[in-house]
């Protein structure tokens, strides 16, 4: 792991509950002092505010830390978990995220472009939208297609659902009846007219009624009545959702 002494300096400041003024403050007076948090425990930490430029962060465990308003300018997060952590805001612009897990962070208004994004995990849906890289026009032509084909290898579209730029795309994912049924419970609350429309759910619900437990066909329900077309999708889908709506009323344990 990183320096001890530096990890708790930074842990203690952040539980102050000042925008971590003293582990910001020592920085200012230390300036040439090399931070290595390579490997550390932050779970849960209360860092926002905190200075942390050209800090070495790989494989540092950030997951459901509260990271808003941190500097990341230079800094390395190579192989960080930043699963469900709040980044609202944070300017990530040109950082190396190679290899992170951004697994159900908070990334609304996360400047995201430029980044280095290769092997960046998604086992779960982020919350809110970033400013994801741009991708060139022919790149992204070639993702849409790709994701859209049934004829594309269930293999394939699993690793587009999880890893960055596929996660772009997620919406045709989950409306590609070639989705391992797994991603496709997995993203279906997120895009629940996408997952209506999937050819592939009434062959599931034939082969086996409960392949959907109780409570994701609640959510999934739930999230399709947001929808601003849900009475057209209740009626262009109305077999499905009879099917949805008797799963979602059985016991938990069904």
Known sequence: MGYVVQVERLRASGKENNGCQTWNQWRKRHPRIVVDLSR?????????????????LTGADLRR???????F????LVGADLGGADLHGVDLADGDLRGVNLSEALLEG???????LHGVRFTAPVQGEPLWPELAASEWDALQEEARSPTTPAARLAKLAMSWPGYQVLQLLVGNPNLPQ?????????FPAAFLANPVLP?????DPNWLLPWQAREVLERARQELEWPALAQQYVALVALLERRAGQNKRG
Do not use: H, K, S, Y
């Open 40 to 56: 550390a425990d932050f779970w849960d930490a209360p860092l926002g505010g905190a200075d942390l430029t050209r800090a070495d």
């Open 182 to 190: 797994e991603q496709v419970i997995a993203f279906a609350p997120r």
């Open 110 to 116: 996360t400047n995201m472009q430029a980044c280095q």
């Open 65 to 71: 830390a509260d990271l808003t308003g941190v500097d």
């Open 203 to 207: 062959w599931w619900f034939m082969e």
């Open 73 to 76: 300018t230079g800094a390395n």
